[in-house]
């Protein structure tokens, strides 16, 4: 096991990751930027170092910065937690040329999986199903035109090289089709630098159901079930849950066996998720997050295992102590993101000065933050600012057990999204599960 990890992340990850390396005897080292000098994983850590001025681009996404607080520190690895550097090939390289275990999957592997054309038609070429659409990178209008008339409209237009539910357009004529490559390609250029594009036929009523795995460096590889993500605004997730109300055991155990299908062919290593659609009983593979998800303790409450442990083992280079007849999932779990939104402005993040912080604390709810009474929420980095996860012995006693412990979270001082999930929570149809990934969208505009 390692001595000392660098996290190269902030927020309520980088606590959760503190948190993991202290149940194994390992040290921590912080990174922070000058706006993150109050938070609470800079508290946490063995040792804080300052990498840099607020913005990401010259703190949290500064290779140089970050690799100098490594080196300085003499840590032994790095764990980048989701966002910034997570997904990021080139400092996976860095890390190991430096001889510092970066706790993620090889820059191969990363490579392989978040080109999202490429890593479909390696899906397709090992069984795994994926949407009727262009045979890799669409090279140019008239080409997606052929395309979309051949697999018929509505179609999706994809970035390749895309995340954040940017580059990402639908249409439904010709007309349509030429604006929305347009703009989706101007839009991945601007934030990826890679404006290539794929299109797939476009479902109207999916829901967003995923698989969590782990894959060690021995060759086993298993899975933890299902999440279903559906609950969503513009492709950002708000609530997820597992197992998924809608998927039935045999669909389970064929996602599962996909997803670590994919993973064996990837040469994919560590803590990973296989992101499906799902509709009308079938799912079709959308693409993989190569990295540890924000929603991962939902997996946790329902199997019992703690995931950023299960990295850290498998980085360390410790076979998984777990194999597929050993999962087992037991109740229900539902995550609610608590972010620092105004729903009554369309979500319009709304930073400030938290002046009362006060949690639920029973057994079977688990608050993930790193906020606490009278902390600064920054205008600098994205609005979620806590988590709460609740568990249950089945969805509906989840959701009143949910509603207790959102009536019971106080959290003064900047207005939050626990309306909003309290909302849900008396929605008819998100209780009964008859909705899809449209729902909210359609409820908000």
């Known amino acids: 096991m390692f001595k000392r990890v660098l996290i190269a992340n902030r927020g309520e990850i980088a606590c959760r990751i503190i948190r993991a390396c202290k149940k194994l005897g390992v040290e921590s080292v912080a990174v922070y930027s000058e706006a993150d000098r109050e938070s609470l994983h800079v508290r946490m850590a063995n040792v804080s170092i300052c ?14 910065s970050i690799v100098s607080a490594a080196e300085i520190s003499n840590v032994d690895a790095i764990h980048p937690g989701y966002g910034f550097l ?7 390289d860095i890390c190991r040329s430096l001889d510092i275990t970066f706790i993620g999957p090889s820059s191969e ?5 978040s080109d999202k054309a490429g890593a479909r038609e390696l ?11 262009s045979e890799g990178i669409v090279p140019d209008d008239e080409a997606g035109l052929k395309i979309a008339r051949q697999i018929g409209y509505p179609v999706i237009v994809k970035a390749s090289a895309g995340g954040g539910g940017r580059g990402i357009r639908v249409a439904h004529n010709d007309a349509a089709l030429r604006i929305a490559m347009s703009s989706a390609r101007a839009e991945a250029e601007a934030a990826f630098g890679d404006g290539s594009l794929y299109i797939e036929k476009f479902l109207t009523h999916p829901r967003h159901v995923e698989v969590q795995v782990l894959c060690d460096e021995h060759g086993n590889c298993i899975h ?5 993500c559906t609950t969503q605004r513009r492709h ?6 597992s197992p998924s109300p809608v998927v039935d055991r045999s669909t389970r155990k064929a996602m599962g066996d996909a997803a670590v299908k994919l993973c064996k062919a990837a040469g994919y290593t560590n803590a990973g998720t296989i992101e499906f659609l799902y509709e009308n009983g079938q799912f079709f593979f959308m693409e993989m997050n190569t990295r540890i998800q924000v929603e991962h303790p939902v997996t946790e409450m329902v199997t019992g295992l703690d995931l950023i442990e299960e990295q850290l083992r498998i980085a360390s280079g410790e076979q998984l102590r777990w194999r597929q007849k050993d999962i087992r999932q037991s109740g229900h779990a539902i995550e609610f993101r ?6 009554d402005m369309k979500f319009a993040p709304r930073p400030g000065k938290v002046s009362l912080f006060v949690y639920p604390e029973e057994p079977g709810v688990r608050t993930d933050s790193f906020i606490y009474s009278g902390y600064v929420v920054t205008p600098y980095y994205d609005s979620m600012i806590a988590k709460l996860i609740v568990h249950a012995e089945n969805r509906d006693a989840c959701i009143e057990k949910s509603k207790k412990a959102l009536r019971e979270f106080i959290l003064e001082g900047v207005p939050t999204t626990i309306p909003f999930h309290l909302a849900m929570l008396e929605n008819i149809a998100f209780v009964n599960s008859d909705f899809d990934i449209n729902f909210v969208d359609k409820l908000i505009t």
């Open 109 to 113: 592997a990363m490579a392989k999986m």
């Open 224 to 228: 933890l079930g299902e999440r279903d």
């Open 338 to 343: 608590i972010n620092a939104e105004d729903p």
């Open 236 to 241: 950002q997730k708000l609530i997820e849950e």
């Open 86 to 92: 997570s997904e990021n090939g080139h400092f996976a």
């Open 123 to 133: 899906a397709k070429s090992c069984g795994v199903p994926v949407l009727p659409g």
């Open 51 to 64: 990498i840099g001025p607020a913005e990401s681009a010259r703190s949290y996404l500064h290779i140089p």
